[in-house]
């Protein structure tokens, strides 16, 4: 596996994701059952996957489940995707991040973002604003810590004056640091602080923009261009060989169901997006399904928005179709833990490995 020192170099082939495939472990809304969850990750730390991926909204708390991760695994790397940047100082994620990559060898990631208005004012009761002044804030912090400095900053939202140090040598300065970015402003201030971005359900087709977007402002920054990893979240479905017509449009439902959740009920950012990329009539009609219910909303998400964010079929064609969503240039895919048992969970992984393993 690929260290994650390169995994910013610029790929020297169509398959160079192929080594940095992550898997996202659990749906923050609707989180599963957490024993199973760990088995299922550690078929994928056996199997060579590269990373496991954690959310946070209401549901279970983010880092005590990355720490349960990290003991359970042995090699395979744990993010936070994403810690939001209000419920927690940056100190203290510092501190979090640091020691549980510290407990893991070095094998913590961490995801930064700022959720949004509903979650952030409605559940930790924190105002949600300048979420993009926040997050530079939060970055330049947590960095200062992580490098051992004395903690002198001022800020707009952090003035910090008395020196604290952290009473602990951190395993790694450069713990990498990505960011839940899609607005365009956000996008180009991950391009000049982040180390790699996390976008969720943005247009396969829109990738090459947002590369050259992330590269304008790396090198604006004085870094050079690709220094930001693209690792999408991908809703994906693997079906077994074979599949029934009845199987796929099953998966497919399954795939649009959370798409369909987080146009309508996860804030305005999602809708925007899709909206702004040229899917406006496709996330109004789902918007209308939304006032008659849930399933219309699923039923209403068109069959090209949803091949546009996520990848349904067979592991050979997950794969195929992932080749094309590198050349478009996502560097770091993560895909949807497959459900099921975990015999079949294993199957299903074990297949994308092959499958991944060909030429």
Avoid: C
């Avoid at 928005?305 to 080749?323: C, F, H, K, N, Y």
Wanted: charged share 25%.
């Amino acid at each position: 596996m690929r260290a994650m020192s390169d995994t910013h170099s610029s790929p020297t082939s169509r398959r160079a994701y192929r080594s940095r495939i992550g898997i996202v472990a659990d749906s923050p809304n609707f989180p599963g059952a957490w024993n199973e969850i760990v088995e299922k990750v550690r078929l994928a730390d056996e199997l060579g996957f590269d990373s496991v991926w954690l959310g946070e909204s209401w549901g279970y708390e983010l880092f005590t489940s990355m720490g349960d991760l990290l003991r359970a695994t042995k090699r395979i790397k744990v993010g936070a995707g994403i810690a939001n940047i209000y419920s927690r100082t940056p100190a203290l994620i510092a501190s979090t991040i640091a020691t549980l990559d510290e407990r893991s060898g070095g094998r913590a990631l961490l995801g930064l973002g700022p959720s949004g208005a509903n979650v952030i004012e409605h559940w930790h009761g924190v105002k949600f604003e300048k979420p993009l002044k926040r997050t530079h804030e939060y970055v330049d912090i947590i960095r200062m810590i992580l490098r051992g400095e004395k903690l002198a900053y001022t800020g707009e939202f952090f003035q910090l004056e008395r020196g604290f140090k952290l009473r602990f040598t951190p395993l790694r300065a450069d713990i990498p640091i990505y960011i839940a970015a899609m607005g365009p402003k956000n996008i180009s201030q991950t391009g000049e602080i982040g180390d790699g971005i996390l976008p969720v359900y943005w247009p396969v087709e829109k990738f090459g923009e947002m590369r050259a977007q992330l590269d304008e402002s790396s090198q604006q920054a004085g870094r050079p261009a690709h220094s930001v990893a693209i690792a999408p979240y991908i809703t994906t479905a693997l079906l077994p060989e074979g599949a029934s017509e009845q199987q796929i449009l099953s998966a497919r439902r399954a795939a649009a169901s959370p798409l369909a959740y987080y146009i309508g009920k996860m804030g305005v950012y999602y809708a925007q997006m899709l909206s702004r990329h040229g899917y406006t009539e496709d996330v109004q009609a789902v918007l209308a399904g939304w006032e008659k219910g849930m399933k219309t909303a699923i039923e209403a998400v068109s069959p090209r928005m949803l091949d546009a964010v996520s990848i349904v079929g067979t592991p050979r064609e997950v794969v195929a179709r992932l080749d094309q969503w590198a050349d478009l240039g996502v560097d770091e895919p993560l895909l949807t833990m497959p459900g099921g048992s975990l015999d079949e969970t294993a199957t299903l992984l074990g297949m994308l490995r092959d499958a991944l393993s060909e030429e």
